[in-house]
């Protein structure tokens, strides 16, 4: 079956836009995760989502926001922009339930100028 | 590929030999670890993992060692082969199941 795919793969934004980021996860999970990866702070939690609501959330500002969809795909919005945001994004995709496998994508590479 | 980390810690090791990855976690009330492997240009891809009431789990070529006194975990890999070359992360799933902390990662050589 298909993985978990992101798009867009690789995006370029300037300080002040916003960015939307998209997660398709394999078919049949209901948990959707997201993550910065940078190389300063390693992989860093974001937020969770479960049929389309958010059961935990990281240390994030309120510039980073999510959202679930019937169809279990998500968003991730992030805000007037700032070059530290500048990072891998990863989202991950599950059944769920303590014990049960996530699977990552290949993430998208935003680069903020 | 993607640059995961420039300034994590090394291991190289020769293949054919054992490898063991070390992590510390943080919070004494994690309910499961798991260990995934990053290949440069991909995500994390899941190796093995463990509940917080066992203490060794063992896998293909895999063992994972959890010990929670000193909360620390481990990862060995049997006859490391060129093809495990990646950075290695720990990972903690907080009581509750639903927030993932990872450890910093450990980038893997395997020299042939």
């Known amino acids: 079956k298909a993985g978990v795919t992101q798009t867009p793969r690789y995006l370029i934004k300037t300080r002040g836009q916003q960015v939307t980021l998209s997660c398709s996860p394999i078919?049949?999970?209901?948990?959707v995760s997201w993550y910065q990866q940078t190389p300063g702070q390693g992989l860093q939690f974001l937020f969770e989502?479960?049929?389309?609501?958010?059961?935990n959330k990281g240390n994030f500002p309120g510039r980073f926001s999510g959202r679930q969809f019937s169809n279990s795909r998500s968003e991730m919005n992030v805000s007037t922009l700032e070059l530290g945001d500048s990072a891998l994004y990863l989202c991950?995709?599950?059944?769920?339930?303590?014990?049960?496998?996530?699977?990552f994508g290949q993430g998208t590479r935003l680069t903020v100028v | 590929g993607e640059s995961v980390g420039l300034h994590l810690p090394t291991l190289s090791v020769q293949e054919g030999d054992n490898s063991i990855i070390n992590c510390a976690y943080s919070?004494?009330?994690?309910?499961?670890f798991i260990w995934y492997k990053q290949e440069s240009g991909k995500g994390p891809q899941f190796i093995i993992d463990?509940?917080?009431?066992?203490d060794k789990r063992q896998g293909q070529r895999v063992t994972v060692l959890l010990n929670k006194t000193v909360k620390h975990l481990s990862l060995q890999i049997a006859a490391t082969q060129p093809g495990d070359s990646a950075v290695y992360f720990c990972?903690?799933?907080?009581?509750?199941?639903?927030?993932?902390?990872f450890g910093a990662g450990t980038r893997l050589f395997v020299k042939a």
């Open positions: 991950a995709s599950g059944l769920g339930s303590l014990g049960t496998e996530a699977f």
């Open positions: 078919s049949g999970h209901r948990s």
């Open positions: 989502y479960f049929s389309e609501t958010q059961r």
């Open positions: 919070n004494s009330a994690s309910d499961y």
């Open positions: 463990i509940r917080s009431n066992m």
């Open positions: 990972a903690e799933i907080l009581t509750g199941g639903f927030k993932t902390i």
